[in-house]
């Protein structure tokens, strides 16, 4: 009798717990999340400071801004597909998205066209107040990736379809998840294109933890 309630009060907390982990309410917190910590962590990467062309070839800042725009419209994809998905209001008219794309784009301009350029002239040249130590940007892209794979796995449970014909392990866990393959076939590419993301949140962290001024033609004060 003791197992039996033991086993029916687990179960009873799996459910709220798993309701509230695919709720609309928690997936909007976490894409909202991303999204908005993505522009901080542009801004808080010290190589977009620096025309130096130790950046694959390109000026350094010209490479964040291509990374970082192709980083937004990841971002953006998730934010209008969850709209279709699971929308948080009724009230909001169908396109109510369009000018935030649009505000994204130019506030990533914006950010790039205004830092101001630094070299290592033999001089200290502090870096802004407001960039942050390295262990805490490490940290701020840690976080994002987490955020990133939590709202993957959210769609994920949510896009997978009933399976009743003894189904392979491939058709239960790829073929048939958002959506199916067969059925909604962009939805399904939609979804799976979302592990693109996380291919740019493990670059971030390795860039953040790796970075060195020097390497980068930054001033040593920079190294902090």
């Known amino acids: 009798m003791i197992g039996y309630l033991i086993t029916y009060f687990f179960q009873e907390l799996f459910k709220i ?20 910590l993505n522009f901080f962590s542009y801004y ?3 190589t977009l400071f620096t025309d ?19 980083n937004l419209t990841l971002n ?3 934010l209008i597909g969850l709209w279709y998905i699971a929308p948080f209001s009724k009230y909001l008219p169908n396109y109510w998205y369009i000018p935030v ?7 990533l301009i914006q950010i ?26 490490v940290l701020l892209n840690v976080i994002i990736m987490i955020l990133d794979v939590i709202f993957f796995h959210q769609l994920y449970l949510d896009g997978g379809k009933k399976l009743y014909n003894n ?25 799976w294109y ?28 920079w190294d902090y």
């Open 101 to 107: 794309i649009i505000l994204s784009y130019a506030l």
């Open 52 to 70: 130096s062309r130790n950046c694959y070839g390109i000026s350094c800042r010209w490479f964040n801004f291509i990374a970082g725009m192709c």
């Open 167 to 191: 189904p392979t392990i491939l058709e239960d866990f790829v073929l048939n998840r958002f959506g199916g393959w067969n059925e909604a076939k962009f939805d399904f590419v939609l979804g």
């Open 17 to 36: 717990f798993y309701n509230f982990y695919t709720s609309t309410g928690l997936k909007w917190f976490v894409c909202l999340s991303f999204f908005i």
């Open 194 to 221: 979302a592990i693109i993301g996380f291919l740019f949140d493990i670059f971030a962290i390795i860039f953040a933890y790796k970075f060195k001024a020097c390497n980068y033609d930054l001033p040593s004060s």
């Open 76 to 78: 953006l994809i998730a």
């Open 112 to 137: 790039t066209l205004s830092v101001k350029l630094t070299t290592d002239d033999g001089g200290f040249n502090p870096p802004p107040e407001d960039l942050w130590p390295q262990k805490y940007r």
């Open 44 to 46: 808080q990467n010290p």
